[in-house]
């Protein structure tokens, strides 16, 4: 059932979503509330922008919801943000796993409570049959860090140098079997990819919209996906059209 009815041709839907859900303390502040009034707002959107992603067929939905640096941040709000964490998962979980989602970890668990490891682990092993979408939540995960640990496994697997190739490293990665991203959406307007699947971003599209994400709603979104399949995606040669012209 579609709400609003898509425009974007079905065959033009990108295969693979990932959004940098950013602006939320921008939001709150903007309103006078505390910076964790905004990540609950941002939550909330997230549920909303899960369920447009099931409905316009989008098959892989890879969500940035903490990084490797926002440790740096004060406690109560890295605290905030763990609560948050674990409240999604006790209060969605039902409801993904009806709708068909399939829920999936990427970024590094042991320095989350052995609790929330534990309830993340559990909501994975629960939804591993669904297939209508595949939910990646990056928490705890950085660019930089998956590729760090992928080398090292690299290197103890004792792979000789000639077989570390681009096929390989992608092995290597938690995003093994997960087509790359083929477009990234960021919010509230920064021009960074921030340690953000940087392996993988080699050729996504990217949109970037000054709206700040609790307030990024399904017309937003829908907007991404129409910009996104106006996109000619070269991947460093030249458009069909040019071949052709040039062949005249
Ligand atoms: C994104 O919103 C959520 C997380 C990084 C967890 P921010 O908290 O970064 O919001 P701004 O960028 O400060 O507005
Ligand atoms: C990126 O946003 C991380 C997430 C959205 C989880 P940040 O707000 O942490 O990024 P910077 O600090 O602006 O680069
Ligand atoms: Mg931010």
Do not use: C
């Amino acid at each position: 059932m579609t709400e609003t009815p898509s425009t974007v041709p079905l065959e033009k839907i990108p295969q693979h979503v990932a959004i940098i859900m950013d602006g939320n303390g921008r939001w709150a502040l903007q309103r006078g509330l505390p910076r964790l009034a905004g990540h609950k707002a941002g939550t909330e959107n997230l549920r909303r922008v899960i369920r447009a992603s099931v409905e316009l067929g989008v098959k892989y939905l890879t969500i940035y919801a903490f990084s490797t640096e926002n440790w740096g941040r004060p406690p109560e709000e890295v605290k905030g943000l763990m609560y948050i964490l674990e409240d999604v998962i006790d209060r969605e979980l039902n409801e993904l796993h009806k709708e068909g989602v399939q829920l999936r970890h990427i970024g590094r668990l042991e320095r989350l409570a052995p609790s929330l490891q534990e309830k993340v682990l559990d909501a994975i092993e629960v939804t591993k049959n669904n297939s209508r979408l595949i939910l990646n939540i990056a928490f705890n995960y950085g660019g930089r860090d998956e590729i760090v640990q992928a080398i090292q496994r690299i290197i103890k697997d004792g792979v000789p140098p000639e077989n570390v190739t681009d096929k390989l490293v992608g092995q290597y990665l938690y995003t093994v079997g997960v087509p790359d991203p083929d477009l990234i959406i960021r919010t509230s307007g920064e021009l960074r990819v921030s340690n953000f699947l940087i392996w993988q971003a080699a050729y996504s599209e990217w949109y970037i919209t000054p709206t700040f994400w609790p307030d990024f709603d399904k017309e937003e979104y829908r907007r991404a996906l129409e910009t996104f399949a106006h996109r000619d995606r070269r991947y460093g040669k030249v458009t069909s059209g040019e071949l052709q012209e040039t062949n005249a």
